[in-house]
């Protein structure tokens, strides 16, 4: 079924990892309503949703009381009818986490996010996928599985800091190529500041930059092959 999809799981988590902000949509703590808000969102290695959220907001009551949620990410069409535009809605549930790596690849989304990410109100939320569903305009309407969407990503998990590492200390020039000839960006001060088998955020203090990967890669191999490719490419 997932091979003939119109609207790929892949290109759903490259939705999803390419958003900046979602809509994020809980149960009232108090009545049970339903209440949405609007949040940054990151991803972490296998693409789950994570969110930096304080103790003062409805959503995160709401979610200390009943862990269930949805949440939707867009991508507008720059005029016309705006449900022509791609959407995901991942729904599933929320828990606080303080997985290592996880604060760092928020970060590398959303770099302002520095100036609060510390205040002991705030903490990183996680949401484990049941089920996404994916909607690209007439005809291409699909309900995913999280294991379909969300494939193990064990060995991409494992190298990633060490890849981090390794990029910005031995191939800092491939780095600045990525960011001024693939991604448009003026040159010079651009870092890897999170790698995931979709692609790699690049970072220069408040600016962040998403390098996408197409195919995924899955392996250390396969990420050694697209880094060396992309770093030959300009961009069309």
Not at 40 to 45: K, L, Q
Request: glycine share 8%.
């Amino acid at each position: 079924m997932s091979g003939n999809r119109s609207f790929s799981a892949a290109a759903a988590r490259g939705l999803l990892r390419r958003a900046r902000t979602a809509t994020l949509s809980t149960f009232n703590s108090d009545d049970g309503s339903p209440y949405a808000s609007l949040v940054n969102v990151a991803t972490d290695v296998r693409g789950w949703p994570v969110i930096l959220v304080s103790t003062l907001a409805w959503h995160t009551r709401n979610l200390l009381a009943d862990p269930r949620a949805s949440l939707m990410v867009a991508e507008l069409p720059p005029d016309g009818d705006a449900l022509t535009g791609a959407r995901v809605t991942v729904m599933g549930s929320f828990s606080r986490c303080d997985a290592p790596g996880l604060i760092r690849r928020y970060l590398a989304r959303h770099p302002a996010a520095e100036l609060y990410a510390s205040f002991g109100d705030f903490g990183i939320w996680r949401m484990e996928p049941q089920r996404a569903h994916a909607v690209a305009g007439f005809g291409r309407i699909e309900t995913i599985p999280a294991d379909e969407m969300f494939p193990s990503t064990d060995e991409m998990d494992a190298l990633e800091a060490e890849a981090l590492s390794h990029m910005n200390e031995d191939h800092a020039d491939a780095i600045q190529r990525y960011a001024e000839l693939l991604l448009g960006a003026s040159p010079g001060g651009w870092k890897i500041a999170a790698i995931d088998p979709d692609g790699a955020d690049l970072c220069r203090e408040q600016e962040s930059l998403r390098l996408a990967f197409d195919p995924p890669v899955w392996s250390g191999m396969e990420l050694r092959a697209v880094l060396a490719r992309l770093g030959t490419q300009r961009k069309d």
